[in-house]
């Protein structure tokens, strides 16, 4: 079955950008989607079709996707980013998410 | 805006069958484009897809999971149901309903309306 694979966690400075990956096999020919979920809440997402943001979503968050590698950019991060991210592509009829990785604003 | 609320019993014992209904508010199910989808945390904070329905009951289901699975769809009171036969402790989560839009001709799907999520354990 397909993976999805991100690192546990990310670390990044206020008003510095973050990037989290999610590494697939051949992913940059799907679709990937990403979802922000803070403790205690739903998840929202934050990015689909790769790049787009859903309204309401901040501009600082981005996302690209090529090769075997799409990544979540957060530009000026804020302590208020601080959350878990999920990944999310749709292969072979079943949708799969990442593992999710935890972003931590010091 | 639309929104969803998930509501079920929040115990189930092993080896019976777990229930839950996602009602729909600020739309009717029949007028959207979605597919009305199932998706489930587990205390390990792992997201698994489990199925998704569309209004006209046509189905997708995570093959993992197909063989205990039964989506169903009301159109009347706005609402669809998960039916999720033989559980075991592996099967407590948090269970999220969400509005699920897929895209045949490109091969994507993705969750943007979320319920609040509904805990069930799955315990004796």
């Known amino acids: 079955s397909y993976e999805l694979t991100q690192p546990p966690s990310v670390s990044v400075s206020p008003g510095q950008t973050a990037s989290i990956t999610c590494s697939g096999d051949?992913?940059?020919?799907?679709?990937v989607c990403w979802y922000q979920q803070k403790p205690g809440q739903s998840p929202v997402l934050v990015i689909y079709?790769?790049?787009k943001r859903p309204s309401g979503i901040s501009e600082r968050f981005s996302g690209s996707n090529s090769g075997n590698t799409a990544t979540l950019t957060i530009s000026g991060t804020q302590a208020t980013d601080e959350a878990d991210y999920y990944c999310?592509?749709?292969?072979?009829?079943?949708?799969?998410f990442g593992g999710g990785t935890k972003l931590t604003v010091l | 805006q639309l929104q969803l609320q998930e509501s079920g019993p929040g115990l189930v014992k092993p080896s019976e069958t777990l229930s839950l209904t996602c009602s729909v508010s600020?739309?009717?199910?029949?007028?959207?484009?979605?597919?009305w989808g199932w998706i489930r945390q587990t205390p390990g904070k792992r997201l698994e897809w489990i199925g998704s329905?569309?209004?006209?009951?046509?189905?997708y289901y995570n093959p993992s999971l197909k063989s205990r699975v039964a989506l169903s769809v009301d159109t009347s009171k706005n609402q669809f149901s998960l039916k999720l036969s033989s559980v075991t402790a592996a099967d407590t989560a948090v269970y999220f309903c969400?509005?699920?839009?897929?895209?045949?001709?490109?091969?994507?799907?993705?969750?943007?309306?979320w319920g609040q999520g509904s805990l069930v354990t799955v315990s004796s």
């Open positions: 969400a509005t699920d839009y897929y895209d045949s001709s490109a091969s994507y799907r993705y969750f943007d309306y």
């Open positions: 329905i569309f209004y006209s009951g046509y189905t």
């Open positions: 051949k992913l940059g020919n799907k679709y």
């Open positions: 079709e790769d790049t």
């Open positions: 600020g739309g009717s199910m029949s007028s959207y484009i979605y597919y």
């Open positions: 999310q592509a749709w292969d072979s009829g079943t949708v799969v």
